[in-house]
């Protein structure tokens, strides 16, 4: 891992606060303060008073509690201004990534992407004092006293660069993840990280409209990833990929496809040559809104047979509990929790807190 990649993406995001400070939105100082509200209903209304656009289509989920409150709000604002439209609800993937004309935001609005979350208890069944590669360079001759149990968070962000990259089709979005697992009690070795791992991404989004098994297609997209947990040898874990994403929804549920091809790197400087048949060539993620419960399932396989066939799934559950304050539960099982564990089988559990949902 270049220390440059680790860098690139923290700049890109306060570049784009910058930008959005001098200029890409008609009132900077009043759109900056939006952006950083997650409640829907509550950032549609900022928008609205920022803007002058009071029919602006809530960027909110389906089947939320904030539904009911934004058209009571769309309504009012309409009953004002002598306009009857009424704003209709966005799914999941519309609101998310402004896929429909009447959704889109314009750049440089800093939004959440994955989860982010704090958990004080992140438990494993077999924690990986060891860790080893096929490339003797990126193999620990001596293990540590690691603790079971630890604690993780991440952080999650994603920005729109480029808005109609072909006439009225297309954005370019930069993403950014960071998640860090924390010996924090562990005292013996003085509480060190014992993973950072870094994502850095861009991801090229259409918006798309058919059918498919009683599924609709809404989303297409393309993107480069580049994937690092920023520690030298024998501890270093890297790797490039390109990946595909294709979303489908229906009432209450959102799937996303996404197979991706690995960037060949050089034999004697890959950190880890066989982690695609560990962490796998692709996954499928599905998320399921339920009363205000969010529930996600994440399958990755690498899809060989025999000895190199390994893959993982990972289940997580949030509800509300105070404001935008929600509950957090993951269950992990299989290979490549984090990068320094691509090749390591283990159980996770974790408990906490979070913030931002899926998407």
Request: aromatic fraction near 12%.
């Amino acid at each position: 891992m270049k220390p440059a990649l680790v860098v690139i993406p923290t700049a890109l995001l306060w570049i784009a606060l910058a930008t959005n400070a001098y200029g890409q939105n008609p009132d900077p100082t009043d759109i900056r303060g939006c952006t950083a509200i997650e409640n829907d209903a509550q950032r549609l209304a900022c928008y609205d008073h920022a803007t002058g656009r009071v029919n602006l289509p809530a960027a909110r989920k389906r089947n939320s509690p904030e539904v009911a409150a934004t058209s009571v709000f769309s309504n009012d604002a309409a009953s004002r201004t002598g306009n009857s439209e009424v704003s209709t609800p966005l799914s999941l993937l519309d609101s998310r990534w402004e896929l429909s004309p009447e959704s889109k935001l314009g750049t440089f609005n800093i939004r959440g992407y994955k989860p982010v979350y704090v958990l004080p208890v992140f438990a494993t069944s077999n924690q990986n004092n060891q860790p080893h590669s096929p490339n003797p360079d990126n193999t620990v001759t001596q293990g540590e006293q690691l603790d079971n149990i630890e604690s993780k968070f991440q952080l999650s962000l994603k920005t729109k660069v480029w808005q109609g990259v072909f006439g009225d089709a297309g954005d370019v979005w930069i993403g950014y993840t960071q998640s860090s697992r924390w010996q924090v009690y562990n005292s013996t070795l003085s509480r060190p990280f014992r993973e950072t791992n870094y994502e850095p991404e861009a991801i090229l989004v259409f918006d798309t409209h058919y059918e498919l098994l009683g599924w609709e297609g809404r989303l297409l997209g393309i993107g480069v990833d580049h994937q690092s947990n920023g520690r030298g040898n024998p501890l270093s874990r890297s790797w490039n990929r390109i990946i595909g994403n294709i979303g489908f929804e229906r009432d209450g549920w959102t799937v996303m496809l996404r197979p991706w091809w690995r960037i060949p790197e050089a034999k004697a400087t890959d950190d880890n040559p066989d982690i695609s048949n560990y962490v796998g060539r692709g996954e499928i993620e599905i998320v399921h809104e339920w009363h205000g419960q969010e529930f996600g399932m994440t399958l990755r396989d690498s899809f060989r047979g025999g000895s190199n066939q390994h893959g993982s799934a990972r289940f997580s559950w949030s509800f509300p509990l105070a404001g935008n304050l929600r509950g957090y539960a993951e269950l992990f099982k299989g290979y490549g929790e984090s990068l320094i564990d691509y090749n390591h089988n283990a159980t996770y559990l974790g408990l906490g807190v979070s913030l931002l949902d899926w998407y």
